[in-house]
């Protein structure tokens, strides 16, 4: 994290709000993504593209996949009345929980923290792809697709456009 | 008053929710450090203060949990009148750690 913040900001630092993300995405790996805890694979990768002061991640598991994961635990049906499709069930996850009004078992506030992070222009260009659901949320699309994806993959960028959320 | 630097009393690095997920969870901060810490300044009759700041950062299960376990031991509102919170660096933690002290009085 101290050489990312190098990159954009041209110093060392924390950025506690990026790496408590990180967590979620990790501890969502964790939780989420495989039956067998044994078998947890997931890959974090960073690109510094010094000249353009920006680095670029990517977090992928390879695990069931979000929508597939609960498709497993709960009554999917009941909660895609209330969606008009897995893509739109996602960008309420992520954008505000979708807990209270469906009752589906987020106990943490792992997604909507990933989405804040956004939000608050600490990180740009998030894009998320899990099983049939491609998110792109600055270009405003949220659709299902046609390769079928297991797993969650994340993608995101720190340029000089985000806000300065770093501490020496 | 009786204070907690989380990085420097406890883990520059936090984990996450329980035992089962890893070293330096929001369990293992409540069992080893902040229940008694808490419990001592009842007794002296001060606030305790815990100090966020220095951190490589939280995540919300760690915040969540730590403060939950404290406020089902000692009651949401007492916890939440005696606790004086420092986070300058991530303001935003202050409101996830209330959500976790009130957390048994919603379910």
Known sequence: ?168 | MIIIDIPKDFSRTPGWRTYEDGPFSGEEFFDKLLKDSFAKAKNKGVKLKVILDGSDGYTTSFLNEAFRLLGKEFGSDFVWNNLIIVSNEVPKYIERIKKGVYAMETK
Not at chain 1, 72 to 80: G, I, S
Not at chain 1, 99 to 112: A, D, I, K, N
Not at chain 1, 117 to 141: A, G, Q, R, S, W
Not at chain 1, 149 to 167: I, M
């Open chain 1, 1 to 168: 994290m101290p050489k990312a913040m190098e990159t954009v900001w041209g110093e060392n630092g924390r950025c506690p709000e990026l790496f408590g993300t990180i967590g979620e995405m990790l501890r969502n790996a964790c939780d989420h993504a495989f039956t067998n805890g044994h078998k947890i694979v997931w890959h974090l990768g960073v690109s510094h593209l010094e000249h353009q002061n920006t680095v670029k991640f990517s977090f992928v598991d390879n695990g069931v996949g979000i929508i597939n994961n609960y498709n497993n635990r709960t009554n999917w049906a009941k909660v895609l009345a209330v969606f008009k499709n897995n893509a739109a069930v996602l960008e309420k996850a992520y954008k505000k929980g979708i807990e209270s009004q469906t009752g589906l078992p987020w106990r943490g506030e792992g997604l909507p923290t990933i989405y804040e992070l956004y939000n608050d222009n600490i990180i740009t260009n998030l894009v998320v792809i899990t099983n049939n659901v491609y998110l792109d949320f600055d270009k405003n699309i949220f659709k299902e697709i046609n390769v079928p994806f297991s797993g969650t993959y994340y993608f995101w960028k720190v340029d000089k456009t985000c806000k300065p959320a770093y501490f020496v």
